[in-house]
């Protein structure tokens, strides 16, 4: 279909200002009329959009929701077909390999980060050979076939097999019937390296595309941090701080996640990387409860690495409180002299506010505390300039006395 056969919708007038500043997402309110079935658009269709004088403003993709438009283009002439996926993925390739991914020591990193690579709704991990897709709107769901063929295709890229991964992800699911399944390829080892250390990566049953490929230069900095001390990991999941720890030279690591499975990941990572042995120990718990009962100053390095506390808006107060209560007890609990990481990956905590729930906490305990690194995600999850929501990680390194 050309752009010039699209359905299109109709901004109101004054709406047009966020778009003309680049911002992909069109919100339903909008648009001069939420379109429905009987006017021929279906979720997941590629429809153009129009400002209220009729300048057409470029293509997304439609979906029912508050995001009622993603915007794939803003270039009205650029159609969205094959070659078009072709191009934005050897974009996203040449900006991994602007920044040296992959590398001899890591084959672990994401290729495609949604909006950040000028294709919302997409997200790609790349694990050596294979490549796990995910999708978060309808119409990269029905692209699917189409994104797997120019990912083995992508000159370079050394990709062989693509694996779909988006129960979880898809709004309406029920009726998109996403399976997840290998859509190119087929089954090819389950491991993958970052900065020299192996990893088995369960991208089958395990959470997201199976690794937190986002915490990657924060682990290499607890390496350079971890040389002599008492490492305690708090929502370890496949324990990549612990295997950096321990391969930093930490006289002890110890590992705690509320799911048993997580808990055996990490104990296989563990294993994988230091076959003759580490001083780690691992425990399925829950993350507060442990840090009650845990003896103070029984570790000089601790990392808070939670799941994230607001997935919406509207949990944002008590996910702060989360924060403050968690961060609190770390405070209490590390020996003088210790570091601590703390992280949050929610998208609707800002850095300023997480910086205050850790400043509450710290003030709480009455302690010296000192801000060493303020960390983010890493460049292979780039922030488009005109999406701030883009960017989600957010670290502090602290010293505490
Ligand atoms: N730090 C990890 C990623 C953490 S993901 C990495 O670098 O890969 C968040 C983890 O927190 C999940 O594995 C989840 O099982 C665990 N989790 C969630 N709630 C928890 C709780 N209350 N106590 C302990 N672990 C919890």
Redesign the pocket.
Known sequence: MTNGTLPQLRLRKGKEESLDRFHPWVFSGALTRMPSEADGIEEGDLVSVVASDGRVIGTGHFQIGSIAVRMLTFDASEAIDADFYRRRLAQALSLRRAIGLPSPDTDAYRLVHGEGDFLPGLVVDVYGPTAVVQAHSPGMHYARKTIADALVGLPGAGIDNVYYKSETTLPFKARLDPRNDYIAGAYAGDTASENGLVFHVDWLKG?KTG??VD?REN?QLLRSLSHGRRVL?????????SVYALSGGAEEVVS????AK?ITLTDANVALNFPEGAPHRSYA????K?LDTMEKDAYDLI?L???AFAKHRSALHNALQGYRRLNARAFEKIAPGGILFTFSCSQAVTREQFRLAVFSAAAASRRRVRILHQLTQPADHPVNIYHPEGEYLKGLVLYVE
């Open positions: 959470q690794f937190f915490q682990r990991n708090m929502f370890c999941y496949t324990g990549g701080f705690v996640d509320s799911s997580a718990e829950d993350a507060f442990f990392l690495d939670p799941p």
